[in-house]
């Protein structure tokens, strides 16, 4: 049942991503992960609720993902109250960490205005499910890389062993 509801929860506060972004077409957020790195999406947020924080296009157009981040963690700090909880270059990577999107995005949608429609709820429902890739899947690829590069370098210092063992004094 706390699956389920943590599900909506997500569901609900992606169609509020969604629909806040909406108006802003370098953002496409279809995920808590990816969807983040590049920075757009916090700022587009952000803006589409106050443009009067800051000049959109400057910010998407002349900036870096990780100063993208900063500007938008910044700008929410100064101006909503909202902690700087996360690092940019924690988030600017191909895939930054679920939970801490999900705080991040959940703290601004509790001092932002919260209007859902059904038909964004419905979008969300529709979006493909590998575009939803979980942090579970992600973590997956990576323990199996990090197993073969163990697997790697053991092997290569049983022969460099072997190498030292066998070599005449």
Not at 90 to 103: E, F, N, R
Request: some cysteine; hydrophobic content about 40%.
């Amino acid at each position: 049942m706390a699956g389920l509801q943590q599900t909506n929860s997500e569901m609900i506060l992606l169609s509020w991503v969604r629909q806040s972004t909406r108006n802003y077409p370098q953002v496409n957020v279809t995920n808590f992960t990816t969807s983040w790195s590049d920075g757009l999406a916090f700022n587009a947020l952000l803006h589409s609720h106050r443009p009067d924080l800051f000049d959109w296009n400057i910010v998407a157009s002349q900036q870096s993902p990780v100063q993208r981040l900063d500007h938008a963690f910044n700008i929410a700090r100064q101006h909503l109250g909202i902690e700087k909880l996360l690092d940019p270059e924690d988030v600017a990577t191909a895939c930054p960490d679920k939970k801490s999107i999900l705080m991040y995005v959940t703290s601004l949608f509790q001092v932002l205005p919260q209007q859902v429609t059904m038909e964004a709820i419905r979008e969300v429902e529709m979006l493909p499910r590998h575009s939803r890739v979980t942090r579970e899947e992600h973590i997956e690829v990576h323990e199996q890389h990090f197993s073969q590069e163990v697997s790697f370098t053991f092997l290569l210092s049983s022969c460099c062993s072997k190498m030292v063992v066998s070599l005449p004094t």
